[in-house]
């Protein structure tokens, strides 16, 4: 089926395009920074996500309908391979030995873009007039924003997050 976009929903999408190609390589790039080895998973894991988002965009970007849970990267498999605090006994290091200054600079960046896309999102879910488009950005913000709760729950477990 051929999708017809509106101009402004064009617009928003190369937008999107752009963002997320950013996030691919962020994660990419903190995933080879980070001094945790847990961490470094968890960056490579969602990098290889926001590279099924860029996919989704630019199947929409050519009118294709996208497909939202393309290989082991739907919801059900990120929350059941999602790296918890119960995967640090399997290590020699105790989580607290990873507290580092370094690592906490990355998830605090990661966590500011995964806050601005996920608002970038919100604007254009509103902003679509096609059905397909409206669902896929959804489906993308809702992992947005589960990526941002990966990111507040190693903050959290290792000590980077002071709760109020
Ligand atoms: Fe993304």
């Not at 970038?120 to 902003?127: C, K, L, N, R």
């Not at 007039?129 to 941002?148: F, P, S």
């Amino acid at each position: 089926m051929n999708i017809n976009l509106s101009q402004k929903e064009r617009m928003l999408l190369e937008d999107g395009r752009t963002q997320e190609d950013l996030c691919v390589k962020k994660y990419q790039s903190f995933s080879n920074q980070a001094e945790d080895p847990e961490l470094k998973r968890l960056f490579t894991k969602l990098a290889a996500e926001e590279h099924h988002h860029l996919d989704i965009i630019n199947n929409l970007l050519e009118g294709k309908s996208p497909n939202l849970s393309h290989g082991n990267k739907d919801e059900s498999s990120l929350s059941n391979n999602k790296i918890t605090a119960s995967d640090a006994p399997h290590t020699s290091e105790s989580p607290i030995s990873f507290n580092s200054a370094n690592d906490k600079i990355l998830l605090q960046d990661l966590l500011s873009t995964e806050k601005y896309v996920s608002n970038f999102y919100d604007t254009s879910v509103f902003e679509s007039a096609n059905k397909e488009v409206r669902e896929a950005l959804q489906h993308i913000q809702r992992e947005e924003q589960r990526h941002g709760e990966l990111l507040f729950n190693y903050m959290n477990s290792h000590g980077m997050y002071d709760v109020k």
